[in-house]
C-alpha cells in the first residue's frame, strides 16, 4: 500500500497578516506525505506573495509537501471549502483556515499512525483545541472538550470536536459537501452528516487523545456571533428534532446562568 496522505485545506482571502503562521505550521511537519490545497478568493493584499514564497521553498525542501493553489472569486467560505474538497488527493482532509495551526511538528505524524493502526481506516480522527490569539500565543483549552467515544448524536451537546481538529476521510468528504445556503454553521452540519454516515456504514472514528489544533478564535463565526447561533439553531432541529433542540436550548441558558 502507498503511504497514507493527508491534505490540509486552507482557504483565504486577504489574509496576508495570518496566513504566513498557517503556512509555517504545515511546513515544519514531520511526516512527509502532505498535500497543501489553499484556495484563495483572489486576495488583494500580500497573502498571494507569501503563498508564492512558500511554493518556492517547498521546490528546494528535503523533504517537499504537494502543494496546490488556486485564486479566484468565490461564493463565500463554505463553496471556496468544496472546491478544495474536489481538488483534495489525499486520503483525509482537515481545514486549517489562516491564523490556525497544526499544534506540534508531528500531529500529522500522529493522525497517519492512528488512521493505519485499524483493520480499516477510519471515518473520522479527532482531537482537542487549545485556542491563540493573533499572534499565536497560548489563551487557554477549548471550553467544549472531545467525548471518548464519538458519535452524530454528541454535538447535541454543541460542537465538541472543533472543525480545525476533525480529520475526515475524503471519500466522505466529496460524499458531503458543505451546504452553502448556512453563511456560518455549515461547518457543523457538515460533521454531522459526516458522521451520521459513517455510523451508517459502522465506520471507527479514532480518539487521538491530544491536542491537534491551535485555534484562531476571531474567526466568521466568532464576527457573527447572533446570527450564528440562529443558524445552529436551525441545524440542530433539522438533525435532532425541534423539542429536543428547544430542551438543549433552555439547559445551555440556565447553565450559562448558574455558572455566573
Sequence with gaps: MPPLKITVATVTYNAGRLVERTIHSVEQQTYAQVEHVIVDGNSQDETLEHIHHYQERNSVA????????????????????????????????????????LHS???????????????QLPAVIYGDTNLVDQKGRFV???RLTPPEKLSWRSFKAGMLVCHQAFYVRTDLARKHHYNCRYRFSADFDWCVRIMRDAERRRLEFANLHTVVADYLNEGMTQRNHKASLRERFRIMSRHYGLLPTLTLHAWFVLRA???K
Design 140 to 142: 487557554r483549552r477549548r
Design 105 to 119: 511538528t508531528d500531529t500529522l505524524q500522529q493522525v497517519a499512525r492512528a488512521a493505519e493502526s485499524g483493520q
Design 62 to 101: 528535503g523533504v517537499p509537501h504537494e502543494i496546490a493553489c488556486i485564486s479566484e472569486p468565490d461564493h463565500g467560505l463554505y463553496d471556496a471549502m468544496n472546491k478544495a474538497i474536489d481538488m483534495a488527493t489525499g486520503q483525509y482532509i482537515v481545514f486549517l483556515n489562516a491564523g490556525d495551526c
Design 257 to 259: 446562568f448558574t455558572k
